[in-house]
Every structure is written in structure tokens, then in C-alpha cells.
């Protein structure tokens, strides 16, 4: 029905409203026409987009998708933020990361915009007897501290209580994070943590320190290693029941124990995705808080991290697009604290430039679109109320999962865990190498000539657990051969494009062929002849009709001319003469691979 605005005039008045099945049947028209014949339902479901965890999101969402209700910000099931008041005040924490002892680093973001500091301490990062150092110039009592030392939290932790004292910074007015997460360090390197160093500084926190929070539930491994949003989920929950069950059994009340917990997710650039995830990740937990008897305590303090995975090693400067849209997604979500991870992360250590526009994609979004200052924006929308409820569901099935294989620590040590999320990371591998799932930059519009960024190598991060996968890593290998036959040969590997008929017909397929030859680090060559390309393979370029009549014998002329292997731009065919057929389903790792290895490039 349509909703009349105040002053009663609609411009919709003169139109009856259109149905639900009418839509549809203007659906199946167009589908028709494509040579489609479906009808309904049926029509509607060709239109809807596959996503991971069986989820499936449909063209149209109207009032009919209705989801339970989300509640109001700062109340259970706290869907719609953790805080009455949510961000609005002065927009989420920017807490930037720091993992190498440069005190002038930490002190420069504090003085442009970072207001919080996230450091690597102990292995693969800064040493525990530098955090004096590193923490010399900062006001502990306005800049709050969040540690992720791994195997050394205690020390890290105790070292970090005492500059709180030795500056005179009260007991109360410090705040931060303790980083105590032993079942996320086991995830990392494969070894068990410590759960009684973790009980004995939430206990700590809980008697002396009240801004601080003792532990951590990092989801970021289980991202890391291929996972999906579901499946974040589900680890986290599993790991937040642990360590209630842990903090409880040392003294702590319920409504205490959920106090020193911050929850830490990732932020990718599936934004609609990511609101939904911290949405229901702030629903599945108030559900536990509820059954274990402190319904009014389940608000999670959610830190969100740009995604790792997401992030590319060439065209990084592409990741300043991909880092803004996860910020503003997990500002969008509500997460309480937002690490913008920057544009070079993934080559080495970055430089002063990259920090810069790190915190600056913050302070863009908050100070300039204001994006903070509206509580929840995305609630009310039927697609994200309805992807909430579905992620929910999903990510509490798999904690179920989790929990009938003896919970957290017993699915990481039984392989549970590390096979559910490698079976999720080869079907998304499948989507990259088919480039269903592209990546600008990588596998679509690379640029072969592009100079590339230099950085200081980066502390090795902890490993032995858990895979570290990136979406970039299979075209990453080809272009690295490319890179290293240049260097040793003094030219890139070749193929010759042959163009056939006019321009209008050829143009299309030899403009896919040599971006896709390019995302492997072979160099298409579209001008004179094959003898003068210095290519070993050819591949024809042109339309359907014009391969029925030229085809064949512009292959036997590639041939005679020396092409020992011949692709053809286009679907499979009836064809005489090509050998391979390159179009936008094939995998095109597979067939990079192999056209590297035919022209002797060394893996």
C-alpha cells in the first residue's frame, strides 16, 4: 500500500499498486526475451545472487521480508549497537596498528587523528622491555592502549600496568584492552595458550582496573584463513562461550566476565555484508549473555580491522577503495573501534604516507560525511534486517557445530575447524580463478608496466596454525614467475593476439584476452606479425561468425608461422585448429599456468 506523505499528495495517486506477482511476471518477461522460459517464483530466483554459508539474496526485498525485531540501540538483543547513544558523540575509535618500536610513528598518528593505539607485542612484533620506549611521549590517561601479545601477554600486560602506575595515571582512567585471547594464539601458531594468565588478569581488571578489558575474542584467524562470515561468527561465539566458562570458574560473575570481553571482526568490502555481520554478532552474543542469566549485559565493544585477505600486493594503491568501503561499512555496523589497516600492508612496513591516509579514511567518513552521527543507519532496510536474521542463524548453526565437537579448543585441535574453513577457502579460490570473484588490479585491468612499491620488509607474524591465505595469492604466483623470467631474460613472456575482421567485431574479445593474459604476467603483442612478435603461442580474437569462416585458416597460417599452441578468444566450438578456448568462465589460473610453463618460464 502506499504510504501518503504529510501533506497528503502523492504522486503515485493516479497508479494502482503493483503486486508482488505482477513484478514477477514483468521479470519472467524480460527473462523470456533472453531465451529463459520460467514463470514466478522461479523467474525471481534466477535474478538472486549466491553468497557463502548457503545464503542466497534476492532481487526484490519488500515488507513481506520482515525479520524479528532488531530492538533499540543500546538494549537487548543490542542488533542495533551496543550504546544508546552508539557513535554520534564523537564518531567510532580510530585505533591505529603498530607492530615495530618507532615511538615517532605511534606519537605522529596520536597527534592526526588516531585516538587509540593497537600494538603487536612480543613475537613478530615489538619487544615487551620496549614498550617504555615506544610509549614515552603518549598520555596513557587520554590515548587508550589495546595489546595483542600473543604467548607474552602476561609480561606485555604487567609491563603496560606498570608505566599506568609509574605515570600516574589513576587505576580508573586507564583504558584499553590487555589482549589476553589463548585459544586465537593457538589458532595463530598451533600452540595452546595460557587460560590461567588470561582468569588472573581479567580478575585483576575487574577489581582494579575498569577501563581496561583482559581478553580478547579475535576472529580475525579464522577470516584470515579463508572463513566465512558465518563461520567468523560461529569461531567467535565458540571462543566467547570458552572464555566465559573459563572466567566464571575463577570467581567472575556472569555480568563481570562479559565486561572483559572486546570482540575483534573483519571488515571487507562486501559492504551490505559487513553491516550484517556485526549486526548479528552484537544479536548471537546478547542470545548467550540471555541464557547464561545477564541479559543485560551481552552489548559486545566490537573492533573492527579492514580485511587482510582482501588486501592486494600489485596496484595497492586500489586498496585505499577497498580499506574506505570496509570503514565505512563497519561504521555503518556499529563496531566501536575501526582499524584501517593501510594501502601497503601487505607488501611491508608502512610508510608515513600510508598511515596518513589510513586515519584519514576515518576521519573523512566521521568528521566530513558524518557518517557516525546517524545511529544505525542501515536498520529498518528489509536487505539488512533480512541478511541479519540469515547470518544469525548461519553463524549460530556452525557455533552449534563447534560446540557438539567438544567446543573451541577441541574443534581447533581436532582439524574440525581448520577443514570447515579450508573447504570454504577452495570454493572461494575456484570463484577467483574463474574471476566470477574479481580483483581490479590483479586478475582484472592489471598493468604489466605498472612501477612497483618498495617498503621495508614487516616482523614475520606468528604462524604455525592456522593458514594466512589472500585473495591475490594464485595470480601473485604467476606474475612473480613473469617478474623473475624478465629479470633473467630481459622480456616478459609473449603471445601474439591475432585480430580477425574489423575492428567493431574484433575488439571486445581481444580486449578480454589481453587483460586476461596480463593477470598471469604474459605480455599480449596486437601489432605486425607473430614471426615479429617473439611469441611462442597465439591466440585468434574476433566474433563467432567471422571463426566459422577464418578461423581455421588464420590457425594453420599461426601455425606455419611458428605458434606452438594456439587459444581462441570465444566460447568452445566447433573450431578447427585451437587448442585451448580462454572465455569468462574458464579458470584462468589453470590456464596461465599451464601457458607459463609451455613457454619455459620457471616456477
Known amino acids: 500500500m502506499t504510504v501518503l506523505p504529510d501533506d497528503g499528495l502523492s504522486l503515485a495517486a493516479e497508479f494502482a499498486d503493483a503486486s508482488h506477482e505482477e513484478w514477477q511476471h514483468l521479470v519472467a518477461g524480460v527473462l523470456r526475451k533472453s531465451g529463459k522460459e520460467v514463470s514466478g517464483a522461479e523467474a525471481e530466483s534466477l535474478l538472486s545472487t549466491a553468497l557463502e554459508d548457503g545464503l542466497r539474496t ?3 526485498y519488500t515488507a513481506r521480508d520482515r525479520a ?5 540501540p543500546g538494549f537487548a538483543p543490542f542488533v542495533r549497537g551496543g550504546r544508546p547513544e552508539g557513535n554520534a558523540a564523537g564518531g567510532w575509535d580510530v585505533r591505529q596498528r603498530h607492530a615495530v618500536p618507532d615511538a615517532g610513528a605511534v606519537l605522529g598518528d596520536l597527534e592526526n587523528g588516531a585516538t587509540s593505539l593497537w600494538l603487536a607485542v612480543g613475537d613478530g612484533g615489538i619487544p615487551v622491555a620496549a614498550l617504555g620506549d615506544v610509549l614515552r611521549d603518549v598520555y596513557l590517561d587520554l590515548a587508550p592502549v589495546v595489546l595483542d601479545a600473543g604467548a607474552e601477554t602476561g609480561p606485555a600486560a604487567r ?3 606498570r608505566l599506568y602506575e609509574e605515570r600516574g595515571v589513576a587505576a580508573g582512567a586507564a583504558r584499553g584492552g590487555l589482549g589476553a585471547d589463548p585459544l586465537g594464539h593457538e589458532a595463530r601458531t598451533g600452540q595452546p595458550g595460557d587460560p590461567e594468565a588470561m582468569t588472573g588478569l581479567a580478575r585483576l581488571c575487574a577489581d582494579r582496573h575498569p577501563g581496561q578489558r583482559a581478553v580478547t575474542v579475535d576472529a580475525l584467524p579464522y577470516h584470515e584463513a579463508g572463513g566465512s562470515a558465518a563461520q567468523e561468527l560461529g569461531c567467535s561465539l565458540a571462543t566467547a562461550v570458552a572464555y566465559l566458562r573459563e572466567l566464571t570458574a575463577a570467581g567472575l560473575s556472569t555480568a563481570q566476565a562479559c565486561a572483559q570481553l572486546e570482540f575483534r571482526y573483519a571488515a571487507t568490502a562486501d559492504q551490505f555484508l559487513t553491516v550484517a555481520k556485526l549486526r548479528a554478532a552484537r544479536r548471537l552474543f546478547a542470545r548467550v549473555a540471555e541464557v547464561c542469566g545477564a541479559p543485560t549485559a551481552g552489548a559486545q565493544l566490537q573492533h573492527a580491522v579492514t580485511s587482510p585477505v582482501m588486501a592486494t600486493r600489485r596496484d595497492p594503491w586500489v586498496n585505499m577503495l577497498r580499506t574506505t568501503v570496509a570503514t565505512l561499512a563497519a561504521g ?25 591516509v589510513a586515519r584519514n579514511t576515518s576521519a573523512v567518513l566521521v568528521e566530513e560525511s558524518h557518517l557516525a552521527r546517524v545511529i544505525d543507519p542501515a536498520g529498518g532496510s528489509w536487505y539488512v534486517e533480512g541478511l541479519t536474521d540469515e547470518l544469525a542463524h ?12 567438544g567446543g573451541q579448543a577441541a574443534a581447533l585441535r581436532s582439524g574440525m575447524v581448520g577443514e570447515r574453513l579450508a573447504r570454504t577457502w577452495a570454493e572461494r579460490g575456484r570463484r577467483l580463478a574463474t574471476r566470477r570473484e574479481p580483483v581490479t588490479g590483479v586478475s582484472e585491468f592489471p598493468d604489466l608496466a605498472e612501477k612497483p612499491v618498495v617498503r621495508e620488509p614487516a616482523p614475520e607474524p606468528p604462524s604455525g596454525g592456522l593458514p594466512r591465505v589472500r585473495r591475490d595469492e594464485a595470480f601473485e604466483a604467476l606474475r612473480a614467475r613473469s617478474d623473475a623470467h624478465l629479470a633473467a631474460t630481459g622480456a616478459r613472456p609473449r603471445v601474439f593476439l591475432a585480430a580477425l575482421g574489423p575492428a567493431a567485431v574484433h575488439t571486445p574479445r581481444l580486449t578480454f584476452a589481453a587483460n586476461l593474459f596480463q593477470a598471469g604476467g604474459v605480455e599480449p ?17 574476433s566474433g563467432d561468425a567471422v571463426y566459422a569462416e577464418q578461423g581455421a585458416d588464420a590457425a594453420a597460417e599461426l601455425r606455419a608461422a611458428g605458434a606452438r ?3 581462441l578468444a570465444g566460447r568452445p566450438g566447433a573450431y578447427d585448429g585451437a587448442d585451448t578456448y580462454v572465455h569468462a568462465d574458464c579458470d584462468a589460473v589453470a590456464v596461465l599456468t599451464d601457458a607459463l610453463d609451455r613457454m619455459g618460464v620457471a616456477r
Open 159 to 161: 609491563e603496560l600496568l
Open 394 to 405: 548461519a553463524g549460530w548453526a556452525f557455533f552449534q557445530e563447534i560446540e557438539r565437537a
Open 68 to 72: 524479528p525485531d532488531p530492538g533499540l
Open 565 to 567: 599452441h594456439v587459444y
Open 525 to 541: 603483442v596486437t601489432g605486425g606479425t607473430f614471426a615479429d612478435s617473439g611469441a611462442r603461442e597465439a591466440c585468434l580474437c
Open 332 to 356: 555503518v555496523g556499529g563496531a566501536d573501534a575501526v582499524t584501517v589497516l593501510p594501502f601497503d600492508h601487505a607488501i611491508g612496513l608502512p610508510d608515513a604516507f600510508s598511515r596518513r
Open 58 to 60: 534476492p532481487p526484490l
